[in-house]
């Protein structure tokens, strides 16, 4: 699946980084807790998320993340935009709660990976 297939699902509006779009991932997770996503969540390519701030941009940036989703209609101010563009993570949003976005994503065939021991 690639991140333009994401887009189509969720049907997100793009808000930088249309340029990766062609780029294909194979796992997602949803979170709004980074200290989570830093400590659990391993090889993931697209980030769900509601919490709206640069710290969001940073955890995807150390996770080799390719894109993040903001769920629940959420926009990142154009600090936010600017800091993704800088670490080219592309940045979506859909007006889809997280619970849903996470469950239209699984049954398209777009996988968790979540580390736990």
């Not at 989570?36 to 391993?42: G, I, M, Q, R, T």
């Not at 509601?50 to 959420?74: H, P």
């Not at 990142?76 to 469950?103: K, V, W, Y």
Request: with cysteine.
């Amino acid at each position: 699946m690639t991140i333009n297939d994401i887009k189509n699902i969720l049907d997100c509006e793009v808000l930088c980084g249309d340029e990766y779009f062609n780029k294909e991932v194979h796992t997602a997770c949803g979170s709004d807790m980074m200290s989570d996503v830093l400590a659990y969540v391993k090889d993931q390519s697209i980030l769900l998320t509601g919490l709206v701030n640069a710290q969001v941009i940073r955890t995807a940036d150390m996770m080799d993340m390719l894109c993040i989703v903001f769920v629940r209609g959420k926009k990142p101010d154009q600090d936010m935009i600017a800091l993704a563009n800088e670490r080219q993570i592309a940045l979506m949003s859909t007006s889809h709660r997280m619970f849903t976005a996470c469950g239209l994503l699984w049954e398209n065939g777009l996988r968790g990976g979540a580390y736990l021991e």
